[in-house]
């Protein structure tokens, strides 16, 4: 199992650009999450799912959005990029909301 | 609002030395609390979590609901135990966890 993939590693974006970042899970985990870490920061959530077609709001989810059409994908997107979205996104899954989440190796995304 | 705070943004001890990473929440209900580990150039991953009172890797950490800390003790450090250590709480009846800002542990030969 590859577990939590997520794609691109690196990315550099100028301002007002838009991207999608990927993850993928291979463990047919009902529960993902995307976090955002900051330098210095902890991890703070923008959006999850608990299931295919539900998505909800985390703490941070101003500038992004997420689709869940199928079990294994929960895609965010950056519609236009600000400054402010320089960051380490991290993707994650688990089972259910009491089991303990798998972490994808994380993307580094620059706003130039 | 819900809030870990892990005061110590660096620790360093020397190899065979105790090691205590400190973490403190704030939250009104009945806490969820864990310890994420990720070592150089891996994957964050989970280290503990405070109902399965189990020690892993020689690290233990308890609840104290009195001081709403969950430090994470090892008497003995290893060298392979540097890292970048995250607290974090689940709040009841939600579906998130709130981290720390994490402590990254370094343990000098």
């Known amino acids: 199992n590859a577990g939590v993939t997520q794609t691109p590693k690196f990315r550099i974006l100028k301002i007002g650009q838009s991207m999608t970042l990927q993850c993928t899970q291979d463990?047919?985990?009902?529960?993902m999450y995307w976090y955002r870490q900051d330098p210095g920061m902890g991890l703070k959530l923008i959006y999850y799912s608990v299931g295919a077609g539900i998505t909800d709001k985390g703490e941070v989810p101003n500038g992004y959005n997420v689709s869940r059409s199928t079990t294994e994908d929960f895609p965010l997107r950056l519609e236009l990029a600000a400054p402010s979205q320089t960051s380490v996104y991290f993707c994650a899954s688990s089972r259910s909301s009491n089991q303990p989440q798998h972490f994808g190796d994380g993307t580094r995304l620059s706003i130039l | 609002a819900q809030r870990v705070t892990q005061p110590e943004k660096l620790l360093s001890v020397f190899k065979g030395a105790p090691v205590e990473l400190k973490c403190n929440y704030s939250?009104?209900?009945?806490?969820?609390l864990f310890w994420y580990v990720q070592y150089s150039r891996q994957r964050l991953q989970l280290l503990l979590r405070?109902?399965s009172r189990e020690s892993i890797k020689g690290f233990t950490a308890d609840l104290n609901k009195g001081e709403t800390s969950f430090h994470l003790k090892k008497p003995f450090a290893q060298e392979e135990d540097s890292a970048m250590y995250y607290c974090?709480?689940?709040?009841?009846?939600?579906?998130?966890?709130?981290f720390g800002q994490g402590t990254r542990l370094t343990i000098n030969p």
């Open positions: 974090a709480l689940k709040i009841q009846g939600a579906q998130k966890l709130v």
């Open positions: 939250y009104s209900g009945s806490p969820e």
């Open positions: 405070h109902i």
């Open positions: 463990m047919n985990h009902n529960y």
